[in-house]
């Protein structure tokens, strides 16, 4: 039963391979708008402004639509950013952080010159992520706010410190699948759209993955046992590691081959709970786990 299969490439390449109307949920958290260099070319996240990335978005759940089965929802992780202007050394816009050369600071030393954008404005880009999809056809039900029980300490004294994220679910049409039993709240009640969560160290090595906990809750609202999920943005694999524990298929898209290998990785760690792994590249692997053949396609 248990199946993830990992695309390496861009995902806009990857995703026309998977046949239409295959995958029951999509669980997936993009990067974020000028924020880290995930180290490839093609990389959503480091467009040269946030109308094209937007833009590119919309262009990848257009395709994850066609695969989307017509009761199918997706359940999208996106945050947020400042405009900046200027700024070098350590704190500025223009700093060297941790282990992302972020972009923001190679590229936000100039605000925008979109949606009325002005020095230290919040970009809003969950919300116009959202409002795209929504004019794209899709129907936006929820808004989830994600509050980090450990967020990254900012530095700043005049706003208070950011410690939450979006998490929407769209549905392709309506009626659609969601198990409004399976994820309840302590009380027995409805769950409510606000899910206090992490911090989770299990994806360590990546520099952004999301909590296990986030992942199990959107997949058993959105999908049942022997259904597929696919996270189009897979990263270090959170997705198809939970899918794959609560007995769903997975296909996951990643462009960068360190982040694949690390999703192998974490899957080997529970392999006796995931003897089927299929990857794909230069090289694919049979489902189960034999090396099947080599095939030319680079994405
Ligand atoms: C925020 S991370 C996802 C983390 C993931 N949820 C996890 O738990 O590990 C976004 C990922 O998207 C990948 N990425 C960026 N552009 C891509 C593209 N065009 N196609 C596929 N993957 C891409 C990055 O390499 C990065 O690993």
Redesign the pocket.
């Known amino acids: 039963m248990n199946d993830i299969r990992i695309l390496v490439?861009?995902?806009?390449k990857m995703l026309p391979r998977l046949n239409p109307e295959t995958i029951q949920c999509c669980v997936?958290?993009?990067?974020y708008w000028g924020l880290r260099d995930?180290d490839?070319d093609?990389?959503?996240?480091a467009e040269s402004s946030p109308t094209e990335y937007v833009a590119n978005l919309v262009k990848v759940f257009r395709e994850v639509r066609r695969v989307l089965r017509k009761d199918g929802t997706i359940w999208l992780n996106v945050g947020d950013g400042y405009a900046r202007n200027g700024g070098t050394g350590n704190c500025g816009p223009n700093a060297v952080v941790g282990n992302t050369r972020k972009l923001i600071q190679k590229r936000n030393c100039k605000v925008p010159n979109c949606w009325g954008l002005k020095d230290r404005d919040l970009l809003g880009l969950p919300w116009r992520v959202a409002f795209a999809l929504q004019e794209d056809g899709w129907i936006l039900r929820s808004h989830i706010t994600w509050i980090k029980k450990s967020a990254m300490p900012e530095s700043v004294k005049n706003r208070p410190s950011n410690a939450t994220e979006s998490i929407f679910m769209f549905a392709k049409s309506s009626p659609y699948y969601y198990d409004s039993k399976v994820v309840r709240e302590h009380s027995g009640a409805n769950l409510r759209n606000y899910w206090m969560l992490g911090p989770d160290p299990s994806?360590k090595g990546?520099p952004?993955?999301?909590p296990r906990e986030l992942a199990r809750r959107c997949i058993l609202l959105g999908s049942r046992e022997g259904d597929t999920v696919l996270?189009?943005?897979?990263?270090?694999?959170?997705?198809g590691l939970v899918a794959s524990q609560l007995n769903r298929r997975a296909v996951l898209?990643?462009?960068?081959s360190d982040?694949a290998e690390m999703t192998k990785e974490r899957a080997s760690v529970m392999e006796s709970q995931l003897p089927m792994l299929a990857m794909e590249r230069g090289k694919e692997y049979g489902r189960n786990g034999k090396k099947a053949r080599l095939k030319a396609a680079h994405s």
């Not at 490439?9 to 806009?12: E, H, P, S």
């Not at 997936?28 to 990067?31: I, L, Q």
């Not at 996270?231 to 997705?239: E, M, N, R, V």
């Not at 898209?253 to 960068?256: G, I, Q, S, T």
């Open positions: 490439g861009d995902c806009l997936t958290s993009p990067p995930y490839s093609g990389q959503i996240g994806g990546h952004a993955p999301f996270d189009p943005f897979g990263g270090s694999g959170t997705t898209v990643e462009l960068n982040y």
